[in-house]
Structures are given as C-alpha cells and as structure tokens.
C-alpha cells in the first residue's frame, strides 16, 4: 500500500526532527520539494520539477546534507532531460553541465555525474572539452582507482579509433593469399607520411594509456572468476559487478590497441615484432572474454536475487489478501 502525500510528508517531519534540531524547518521544506519535484519529473514536468528542485538547493548551496546534495544531482539531471527533449537548446545542456559539476564538488566519486558531463560534451560536439575532462579525471588522486581507470580507457578508445582510422582503410588493408592458400588481411604504410606518423603516436599514446588502466585491477576483479558469488551480500555484488564491467572494458581495448600496435609492426616491416604482438592480442583478447563471462554470471545472480525478491513480495500479498 503506497503511502498518502500528506503520510509521506509527516514521515519526512518526523525523520527531521529526529536527525537534528538545527535547520529542521529548512529541511522539512527542501524535502517536500524534493517530493513534489521527484513527482513532476515522473509526469515528465520538466520545467516545474527544475523549479522545485532550484529552491531545494538553494537551501544549502554547498551540499553540507543530504537534502541539498539531492537536490543538486536531481536539478542537473532535470536539466539533462530537458536538453536530451530539446537538443537544439545548448544552453540547457551548459546549465545541466555547472550543475553536474557543482554536485562532483560535493562528491568527487559520483561517477554518475562525471559520466553526464562527459556525454553532454560528446553531444554538444565540444571535443577539446571532452578531452580535457576525461584526463583531469584519469589525473586525479582523489578519484578512487577504477574510476580513474574507466577515464584512462575512454582516452584510450579515442586513440584506438584514432589509429584505427588509418588502418582499416582500402589503401592500407590489402587482401592477399595466405601459406595455406587461405585470404588474409596484409597492413601496408600508407602513402601518406603524416597519416601514418599520426597512427604511430595513437598506437603509442594508446598503449601507454590502457597499460595505466589495467594496472590498477584489483584482485577482487582478477579472481573474479572464481569468487562465491551466492555468499555476496546484494551490496558486495554490485560492487563487484561495477568493478567488473570496468575492467572488462578496458582488457577489450587492450587487445584492441595491441591489433593496432601488430598492423603498425607489418607497416614497417617488422615481422617478429608483429608476430609478438598478434599472440599478446589474442591472450588479451581471452582475458577479456573471461571477464565477459564473470559478468555475465554475476549479472545472472542480480537477476535471480530481483526474481526471487519479486515473487516473496507477490507471495506475501497474495496471502495478506486471502486474509
């Protein structure tokens, strides 16, 4: 049974009053606009929800409760909204970005947040923007390890296409008859000096960038495979889970640069070299379908905990309505 509007408001009172005697009134209140606007949002009211939320953060601009850091997020994410219904209207996606941004001041680790601001540059074609982001991000000591790491290997992506870019291209990916009679791919310099100079310093700025990331995964990631899944508490799990995906994706495009690095090796005649780099490739390569696997197994136990917990709630009031 849902709660009244009016129960729900007495609740947050309540709950007020108890946690602290200063400022209760100025909580009371940023929590029923957070209620009210939390309602708007749902019924896609954009404009009144951004109101009620602005009102709700300016009770506490600097984040110093829960309350105002709600509000913060929940504002840049109205904000979003409106930008992702209207993408022609830039100036919302720059509001929804000072806000995002006021909210990481308050939580340098809301990875949530960072991501937003990241997609709302990619959006608004800001390149230079983006860039200079995502580094800071990888940079930054106060940022826990695997978030640094999924910035690293975002950085990495873009050098990976990067070089990318110029291999895959019908002048520098030649089909040619292999030993065993079979068609392969032979990579050849393109012509272009510059082009193929650019490829070099991707590839190298590349491999330095995701050699960064997959240096930190934790061991709770590499004996992912063989953890105890069932004895997790739903927390552990997520954890894992987040931690998980993470490094999956950067193990994919350490294979993926280490590909690029093989193609630049039989650019320039350096056979060993490529033979090297094709067999590290494919170990890289197993590495990240191992992982894949640990993620799936591990996104199979959230779905049957969901499951089981939907069927004890469906059971439990199936039987209070037989009373």
């Known amino acids: 049974m849902?709660?009244?509007?009016?129960?729900?408001?007495?609740?947050?009172?309540?709950?007020?009053?108890?946690?602290?005697?200063?400022?209760?009134?100025?909580?009371?209140?940023s929590r029923k606009d957070l209620v009210d606007?939390?309602?708007?949002?749902?019924?896609?009211k954009f404009a009144e929800a951004e109101q009620l939320f602005r009102k709700a953060a300016s009770r506490d601009p600097q984040g110093t409760t829960v309350e105002g850091k709600t509000a913060q997020v929940f504002l840049a994410r109205t904000l979003h909204s409106r930008f992702i219904g209207d993408r022609r209207n830039t100036a919302l996606a720059e509001s929804a970005i000072s806000e995002y941004q006021k909210a990481l001041t308050v939580n340098p680790n809301d990875q949530s947040s960072y991501k937003a601001v990241a997609s709302l540059y990619e959006n608004l074609q800001k390149p230079d923007d983006w860039q200079k982001w995502v580094t800071e991000r990888s940079t930054n000591a106060t940022i826990e390890p695997q978030y640094r790491a999924e910035a690293l290997?975002?950085?990495a992506a873009k050098q990976n296409t990067c070089a990318n870019d110029v291999s895959d291209t019908e002048a520098t990916k030649k089909t040619v008859k292999g030993a065993d009679g079979k068609e392969i791919y032979q990579f050849v310099k393109p012509a272009d000096q510059a082009a193929f100079d650019k490829m070099k310093g991707c590839?190298?700025?590349?491999?330095?960038?995701?050699?960064?990331?997959?240096?930190?995964?934790?061991?709770?990631?590499?004996?992912?495979?063989?953890?105890?899944?069932?004895?997790?508490?739903?927390?552990?799990?997520?954890?894992?889970?987040?931690?998980?995906?993470?490094?999956?994706?950067?193990?994919?495009?350490?294979?993926?640069?280490?590909?690029?690095?093989?193609?630049?090796?039989?650019?320039e005649g350096r056979?060993?070299?490529?033979?090297?780099?094709?067999?590290?490739?494919?170990?890289?390569?197993?590495?990240?379908?191992?992982?894949?696997?640990?993620n799936r197994n591990i996104q199979s136990e959230v779905d049957a905990r969901v499951?089981?917990?939907?069927?004890?709630?469906?059971?439990?009031?199936?039987?209070?309505a037989a009373k």
């Open 203 to 267: 590839v190298a700025k590349g491999q330095e960038l995701i050699g960064q990331a997959v240096a930190v995964e934790p061991d709770s990631v590499k004996n992912a495979k063989s953890a105890d899944l069932k004895s997790l508490t739903d927390e552990q799990l997520k954890q894992l889970l987040d931690s998980v995906k993470i490094f999956e994706s950067a193990r994919s495009y350490r294979a993926s640069i280490t590909i690029q690095a093989s193609r630049l090796a039989e650019m």
């Open 153 to 155: 290997t975002a950085l």
């Open 2 to 29: 849902r709660l009244s509007r009016l129960g729900l408001l007495f609740l947050i009172a309540a709950s007020v009053l108890v946690g602290s005697s200063c400022g209760y009134y100025s909580r009371i209140m």
């Open 307 to 320: 499951a089981a917990a939907e069927a004890a709630a469906n059971a439990n009031a199936n039987a209070n």
């Open 271 to 294: 056979t060993a070299d490529r033979d090297k780099l094709k067999a590290d490739a494919d170990n890289y390569r197993k590495a990240y379908t191992d992982l894949s696997e640990v």
């Open 37 to 44: 606007g939390s309602m708007a949002y749902r019924e896609r």
